[in-house]
């Protein structure tokens, strides 16, 4: 079996040393190296500060976990030297995204909101739900630790995006109501965030009709989660063509 040879940016973030703890003992799985602004020492392969040191024999693939400008730093990177990346770092504009996707016309690009296969169902499910409770009100509810920076989620800006184009576009998304000071309107989509504690992410859809409510919860006890489907994506992304995947390509 050949070993797949990964290089992590933000390799010291919580989400770093998550990929780097389950890729420690996973067959197949070797870790190439990380990326970080600065070596912390703990580390059990070599940090590069620079992008520059690193010379010579390259890794199979990148998992980036990072902020989008760190994420674009390493996405110029693999393009130059035609390594596959998985971008699972959040926080992208609309704008930033597109960008993204032209780095697929060079390498294989993988990029989710969220690297978790349950998330993955979860998001089929509240679209067909919205179809099947066409004329109910929606909200999402997202609740995260107290350190992340983007809000709302990634992945609670996925599941709107999935119930809107099933519900063919015509819904537009409420951010804050605070100002508005009118009532919910029809084609209205809620969606609010939560941030306290050490919560590794809960998103929470729900349907409201005349006197009964639905609703679908997931919620992330452990990281290991996301760094588990990173890993899953890298293996995924290996000898593939270059294009822009994500999670209904590796499902």
């Not at 060079?106 to 979860?122: A, D, H, L, T």
């Not at 939560?194 to 609703?215: A, Q």
């Amino acid at each position: 079996m050949k070993v797949i040879r990964v290089l992590i940016n933000g390799c010291n973030g919580k989400m770093g040393q998550e990929v780097a703890k389950k890729a420690r003992i996973l067959e197949g799985i070797e870790v190439f190296g990380g990326v970080d602004i600065k070596d912390s020492g703990d580390n059990f392969f070599p940090v590069y500060v620079n992008l520059e040191d690193i010379k010579g024999e390259m890794p199979d693939v990148i998992i980036d976990f990072s902020i989008p400008v760190s994420s674009f730093k390493i996405l110029e990177f693999a393009k130059n030297n035609k390594i596959p990346i998985v971008v699972a770092t959040t926080g992208f504009t609309n704008e930033e995204l597109s960008k993204i996707k032209e780095y697929g016309k060079e390498i294989p690009v993988f990029q989710s909101y969220n690297m978790s296969y349950s998330v993955f169902v979860m998001n089929k499910i509240v679209a067909e739900l919205a179809q099947k409770l066409e004329g109910t009100d929606i909200e999402i509810v997202e609740t995260h630790h107290r350190r992340k920076v983007d809000s709302p989620s990634g992945t609670a800006l996925m599941l709107a995006g999935s119930i809107n184009e099933a519900l063919n576009n015509k819904m537009t998304y409420e951010y804050n109501r605070h100002s508005k000071r009118e009532k919910r309107s029809n084609n209205e989509i809620g969606i609010h965030s939560i941030r306290g504690g050490t919560e590794s992410g809960k998103h929470t859809v729900l349907f409201f009709g005349e006197d009964e409510s639905f609703e679908i919860t997931h919620n992330v006890t452990s990281r290991a989660v996301f760094a588990e489907g990173a890993l899953k994506a890298a293996k995924f992304l290996i000898n593939k063509d270059n294009g822009f995947y994500n999670m209904n390509d590796l499902v």
